[in-house]
């Protein structure tokens, strides 16, 4: 699936609740605080294709979603990243508390990757500074079908998808 949102009006507390139909919803909130997993802060630019680039950049480092956001002016336009049924579903809340619901204008397109086994990710978090050697070490143990190319999709059925990202 892929959406558009573009930022109007953005002042200082306005959300935005962004889900991906796999990983909890995550608020985007403009201003300052300490970003979690599921909250997430960006700044207000200078003019709305600034507050665009800010918001995308806050998207893109929420490491919870399978989302991808690119910046055209003032538009964020964001693609789920998964394959299968699931990949074609995603969801803006513009006014999850009430109180801003003029803020934003949003379009989702349910045209996203067609059915079929999900590709497999390792996502690693925290993400170590480039300056922190030996932070991370990972062993890995080859179990599954050989892939041909970067885009060959392990057949997986989506009724064992969960037990194996698990694993994974």
């Known amino acids: 699936a892929s959406g ?3 930022p109007n009006s953005i002042v200082n507390g306005d959300d935005i609740e962004i889900t991906d139909a796999y990983n909890p919803t995550v608020r985007f909130t403009a201003g300052n605080g300490s970003n979690t997993a599921t909250v997430r802060y960006y700044a207000i630019g200078a003019n709305a294709s600034g507050t665009a680039s800010n918001l995308a950049t806050a998207i893109n480092e929420a490491g919870g979603l399978y989302l991808r956001a690119t910046v055209s002016g ?3 336009t964001v693609t789920h990243q ?6 074609n579903s995603m969801s803006f ?5 009430g109180t801003n619901s003029g803020s934003w204008t949003t ?5 996203g990757i067609d059915g079929g086994p999900v590709r497999a990710r390792l996502d ?4 170590p500074g480039q300056d922190e050697l030996d932070r991370v070490m990972i062993y890995y143990r080859r179990g599954w079908q050989a892939c041909d190319s970067d885009n060959a999709l392990i ?3 989506d009724w064992v998808e969960t037990l194996y990202l698990t694993l994974v």
């Open 93 to 97: 809340d513009t006014d999850p508390d």
């Open 107 to 111: 379009t989702v397109y349910q045209t």
């Open 74 to 76: 003032s538009d964020v």
């Open 155 to 157: 057949p997986i059925p």
């Open 4 to 6: 558009v949102i573009r």
């Open 124 to 127: 690693i978090w925290p993400t």
């Open 82 to 87: 998964r394959t299968g049924t699931r990949g």
